[in-house]
């Protein structure tokens, strides 16, 4: 009889303490699947966001150059602001080989090396490249697909600085013209 008794309490409480067990793995599961979806939710918004800006750059370079120069400057200005939004919404994107190429062709667009010999309208539609480079890869990254490849244009922006092995971008810095009319 004490063998029973002593049985169950030591079934009770075994019970307990496994379904106590189960309960806490199973919220904890839950908060990191939470968390995922969370996280997700913010870079998917950040993508977006980011989209948003690229395909305004895309508008504003698609654009005649004006004659007026504020107006010019004007939108020179707004190239800088556009990629600022974009590298900093570029945080909230797990992903890094989407965050670096995506760092890569925003920090081209308003450069020119100091040796350039492309015309106005060959920089404006390199920076146009450089936006359908982003943008595609932003996408690929919304629909769960890989990067795409770069194109030949692309390659071509970014030879430009062969002093640069593509490699690692954390110990290179970039210029803007000195005559401030990069995209004459």
Same mark, same amino acid.
């Given at each position: ?25 199973? *919220?904890?599961?839950? !908060? ?5 979806? @969370? ?13 948003? $800006?690229?395909? !305004?750059? *895309?508008? %504003?370079? +698609?654009?005649?150059?004006? &004659?007026?120069?504020? /107006? ?9 602001? +556009? ?7 570029? *945080? ?11 760092? !890569?062709?925003?920090?081209?667009? &308003?450069?020119? &090396? &100091? %040796?350039? +010999? ?10 146009? %490249? ?14 769960? @697909? @890989? ?7 692309? $390659? ?6 062969? /002093?640069?092995? *593509?490699? $690692? ?11 401030? %009319?990069?995209?004459?």
């Amino acid at each position: 009889m004490w063998i029973g008794a002593i049985a169950g309490i030591v079934g009770t409480a075994t019970g307990g303490a496994l379904s106590v067990w189960s309960g806490r793995w199973t *919220h904890r599961a839950q !908060e990191r699947t939470t968390r995922a979806a @969370e996280q997700r939710a913010r870079a998917v918004a950040a993508a977006e966001a980011s989209l948003v $800006e690229l395909l !305004e750059i *895309h508008r %504003d370079f +698609r654009k005649a150059k004006t &004659p007026d120069a504020d /107006e010019w400057r004007q939108r020179l200005r707004l190239l800088h602001d +556009r990629i600022a939004k974009v590298q900093v919404l570029l *945080h909230s994107i797990p992903d890094a080989k989407l965050r670096t190429r995506v760092r !890569e062709d925003t920090f081209y667009m &308003p450069l020119s &090396p &100091p %040796d350039d +010999r492309r015309t106005g309208t060959e920089r404006r539609a390199a920076v146009i %490249d450089l936006c359908n480079d982003a943008a595609a890869c932003l996408g690929a990254f919304l629909r769960d @697909e @890989e990067l795409p490849a770069r194109s030949v244009r692309v $390659e071509r922006t970014r030879d430009l600085w062969p /002093e640069w092995k *593509h490699e $690692e971008d954390s110990y290179f810095y970039m210029w803007e013209a000195d005559e401030g %009319d990069s995209f004459g």
